[in-house]
């Protein structure tokens, strides 16, 4: 490993400033939006949970609705299809579980415990179930999207064939629990920023000097130039 994850929070805590945990969205309308946002962008995840609450009202009148209903509201943040009866469907397993749409109870369970629940669930796997409990509770639970997933491969943190599936256990793990928060965020911070998929910033990258991939950029950048 070229950097330490808590070289990376400094450096980066340097660059954007602190952070600080606070709650995002109660449990139940954040694990919606982040199903909505699977396979497009957060903006239209936002756009498309709007759009639900402007059809519907509540989410408690989302799980009575017609799924063509649902995938009419929705639309936009693409996948409707195949999002609305996955939204439906697990609105439904939580009120029936649980008698009605909550899901503060996971926050009295062990980490492990309350990801199975939450996995338990169709369609929400590990970056679902990480962003629910890291977002809503503050559970050290780490949630690896594009951004983190690049930038963490980019510095070495995980080798280049690690999956994002796989990436949340190993970076979780290379974690203290009170910096998988800051870690998250400041990652994907830096992909949107800096660390970009394509034409990263690495001239102006903090993290440069400790990143293998930056310093080949830079290399390849000034072979080109000076060409």
Not at 38 to 45: I, P, R, Y
Not at 120 to 138: A, N, Q, R
Request: proline share 4%.
């Amino acid at each position: 490993m070229l950097i330490e994850p808590k070289e990376i929070i400094q450096q980066l805590d340097s660059l954007y400033g602190p952070i600080e945990w606070s709650r995002r969205r109660e449990p139940v309308p954040e694990l919606i939006v982040t199903i909505l946002s699977q396979h497009t962008s957060d903006l239209n995840a936002e756009r498309s949970y709007d759009a639900l609450m402007d059809t519907f009202g509540s989410l408690e009148s989302v799980t009575d609705a017609n799924v063509d209903d649902i995938a009419v509201a929705i639309r936009h943040g693409g996948l409707a299809q195949q999002k609305a009866p996955r939204i439906k469907q697990v609105l439904n397993i939580i009120r029936e579980k649980r008698g009605r749409l909550e899901l503060d109870f996971l926050e009295e369970l062990a980490l492990e415990d309350a990801k199975a629940w939450l996995m338990s669930l169709p369609g929400v796997g590990k970056k679902t179930t990480g962003v629910v409990l890291c977002f809503s509770f503050g559970m050290p639970a780490m949630a690896v999207d594009t951004h983190v997933h690049r930038v963490a491969k980019r510095l070495g943190l995980i080798e280049s064939r690690t999956t994002a599936d796989q990436a949340h256990d190993v970076l979780e793990e290379m974690l203290d629990p009170w910096q998988v928060y800051s870690f998250h965020v400041y990652l994907i911070t830096h992909g949107r920023r800096i660390c970009k998929a394509i034409r990263p910033l690495c001239d102006i990258c903090p993290l440069v000097d400790r990143c293998l991939t930056g310093r080949e950029h830079l290399q390849t950048y000034r072979s080109s130039s000076t060409g």
